[in-house]
Nanobody, 124 residues
């Protein structure tokens, strides 16, 4: 019923920027908070940024704070992650996630729907 498709990943130089997009379908009759998680090689998947359905509440991991910005355009059914000042440590597969309520999902157990992920590689 719900499908999330990420795009915008790729190879970028350290200090550069990328904007990830997550196109959602099947959400017309549901109102979910959204988030971005990431999983680096050999690591567990963890939370980076979340946003409520209305867009008026956002959350960030300590590492993302000040560098990443999550936003959404409900008219376009799209969630974005603007990533600036990228570091090699940001290299990971980034996943779009839909929550179980209007609140932003901030941990794995809050997530109802996962995208397939998009790879971000930051070179030094």
């Amino acid at each position: 019923q719900v499908q999330l498709v990420e795009s915008g990943g790729g190879l970028v130089q350290a200090g550069g920027s990328l904007r990830l997009s997550c196109a959602a379908s099947g959400l017309t009759r549901s109102y979910y908070g959204m988030a971005w998680f990431r999983q680096a090689p050999g690591k567990e998947r963890n939370f980076q940024a979340g946003i409520s359905y209305s867009g008026d509440t956002t959350y960030y991991s300590d590492g993302a704070k000040g560098r990443f910005t999550i936003s959404r355009d409900n008219a376009k059914s799209t969630v974005y992650l603007q990533m600036n000042s990228l570091k090699p440590e940001d290299t990971a597969v980034y996943y779009c996630a839909g929550g179980k309520s209007m609140d932003a999902p901030t941990k794995n157990s809050d997530v109802n729907y996962w995208g397939k992920g998009t790879l971000v590689t930051v070179s030094s």
